[in-house]
């Protein structure tokens, strides 16, 4: 394996990085660059779902500082969904997955001419850079990451990431790189749903008798949300918790569960399949699967949502919706935070897995932050 790291840094340092230098040219830039001086901007999030609904509130401030600006924003096919009615957002362009629709792709995006490519996806700055330069080779190219990258772009944002949440993040890079601040009140996350997918999650609610925190009616219960799948093995659920929580959350009788997994968390949709049947919980989508937008809409009708992945978390944000995380203590706890809405997260100790952290304190958990909501009238 260490011969493999000193062969993969040697051909990136020897070979690569002076190949690129020598194709890509961009001087350095002054920063800010003046907002009113540039027509386009484009924004590089083809990451993942998460990462694009904490990034809505740069679409707003944008547009608040510069009405005029056209905002494009080169997304993926995960998450281009997200942001498919922000009334901020005025092109996607989304990166295919497969290399022989790449280039059409990119000569679509190229054709858009973007004075501005703003890169923040701040764990790719190899790619970002090459794709910065394919769609905008005369524009204003800004990065962030070390001077060995500096080639790739006009300009890189020095940034400091330890113990700020990600909105303060942002917010450091856009005022550095356009002298914008979002950091506001209104620098909320923002998902917009259509009129069709509020409909669905209606008629979903509405057959199961649940309805909505935002409606008064006696008759049917209101509902949480309860995730089951996360990205990888350090922040899942165990079987033995989702288990256990399942059977506590039944006893909760002021409430049904509705249980959330990813279409190819394979494990955890079995287990979902089990506490629909044992511990009368509901299953979304009961067909099928979900769209984003569809998740978004059932969120926002929460009384709150427990969750062990960030990306729930964040559309609990951006659904005002209060939220209860599990978390890894090997995860970076400031960054990805909920944001502007009533939370609890509970960490894993000794950085070990969240599947570590012991049911009964996931149970005592669950039970304060009730009591808390209740006391504050949030349900």
Excluded at 21 to 36: A, G, L, S, T, W
Excluded at 82 to 98: A, E, G, S, T, W
Excluded at 173 to 187: K, R
Aim: glycine letters at 4%.
């Amino acid at each position: 394996m260490k011969m493999i790291k000193k062969l993969e840094y040697w051909w990136r340092h020897s070979v690569v990085y002076p190949v690129l230098r020598r194709i890509f040219r961009n001087n350095e830039r002054k920063v800010p660059i003046d907002i009113q001086s540039i027509k386009s901007i484009l924004i590089l999030r083809y990451d993942r779902i998460g990462d694009m609904i904490v990034t809505t509130p740069i679409f707003k401030g944008l547009k608040d500082a510069h009405p005029h600006l056209r905002i494009g924003v080169l997304a993926s096919q995960t998450n281009a969904e997200v942001i498919r009615h922000n009334p901020y957002v005025d092109q996607i362009h989304i990166l295919p997955k497969h290399w022989w629709q790449f280039g059409w792709e990119i000569i679509k995006a190229r054709r858009e001419h973007y004075d501005v490519v703003l890169n923040l996806i701040f764990n790719r700055t190899t790619s970002g850079g090459i794709l910065s330069n394919l769609i905008a080779p005369k524009g204003i190219k800004v990065g962030q990451g070390g001077k060995k990258y500096r080639f790739y772009f006009n300009k890189l944002i020095a940034l400091e990431r330890n113990n700020q949440h990600i909105v303060r993040i942002h917010t450091s890079y856009l005022e550095q790189a356009i002298g914008v601040n979002i950091f506001s009140s209104s620098s909320n996350y923002e998902i917009f749903i259509d009129s069709k997918t509020h409909t669905r999650i209606s008629l979903f609610l509405e057959s199961n008798q649940l309805k909505p925190r935002q409606m008064q009616r006696s008759d049917y219960l209101p509902y949480i949300v309860f995730n089951l799948s996360a990205s990888n093995r350090w922040t899942r659920f165990s079987l033995k918790q989702v288990e256990e929580l399942g059977m506590f959350l039944k006893c909760l009788t002021a409430f049904r569960t509705i249980i959330l997994t990813d279409p190819g968390d394979y494990e955890m949709h079995k287990a979902a399949r089990a506490l629909c049947v044992r511990e009368n919980c509901l299953s979304f989508p009961e067909l099928g699967k979900a769209t984003l937008l569809e998740i978004a809409a059932l969120i926002e009708g929460a009384q709150f949502v427990i969750s062990p992945d960030t990306s729930i978390v964040h559309f609990a944000s951006a659904m005002c919706t209060p939220v209860l995380g599990f978390y890894t203590s090997t995860k970076d706890n400031h960054e990805w935070l909920p944001y502007k809405i009533k939370y609890r997260i509970v960490i894993s100790e000794n950085h070990c897995p969240t599947s570590s952290i012991p049911v009964h304190n996931m149970i005592t958990a669950i039970q304060e932050f009730i009591s808390t909501l209740q006391s504050q009238k949030e349900i």
